[in-house]
């Protein structure tokens, strides 16, 4: 879903920036629907040196055919975008600190073309906390039905307490709002997980 609304928003000559990219399959599911003729820059930021090297293994090895740059960056110590046409946060702003989350989406917003989009992805805490209850169990069915065993779902589980701290989808839309974005539209949710796409 993410790839195709990248293609959406890619214009021309700009730069399409995915903040926490990781080992960049966004990138890669991304090229899937822009075509090729098309001359954008992927710019791939995250704080980890390892999946950056990865990341890079990865595009070299498949010939990545877009332009790409790979920039080692903390995002709480705040970041410029130039030309940028589509900015991806994936899973990743629950991941900065929650003094930081404002300044780093309205420097999205003020980084962005005109029409140009914010797509954010994040867990999210449910509306009430029986929802958030069920929404986080099917979840953790869905991991063990994958055949995660019960040991990784609980290493996993206390590595990010206190690492992940989620918003609720409002607040993440007030987040939204309060930095500029005035048309934004939810086009994913799945239990404690929502996708959103805002327009600039
Ligand atoms: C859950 S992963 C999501 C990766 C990717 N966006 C995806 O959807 O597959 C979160 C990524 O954000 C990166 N990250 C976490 N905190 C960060 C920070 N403060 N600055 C930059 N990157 C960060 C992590 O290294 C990791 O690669």
Redesign the pocket.
Known sequence: MTGELIADFATPGSNIY??????C??FRAAAHFIAPGITVRFIG????PE?LDKATAKLKAEKFPFDFELRQ????EGMNFENASVV?????LQ??RPLNRERLVRSVYNGLNDNGCLIL?EKVLGEDTLFNRLFIQHYYEMKRRNGYSEMEIVQKREALENVLIPYRLQENKQLLRDAGFTKFDTFFKWHNFSGMIALK
Do not use: E, P, Q, W
Not at 18 to 23: A, E, K, N, V
Not at 88 to 92: H, M, P, R
């Open positions: 995915d903040l926490g990219c990781s080992t399959n966004t930021i995250d704080s980890s999946m960056a903390d995002l709480n991806i946060l994936t899973l990743t991941f900065v992805v």
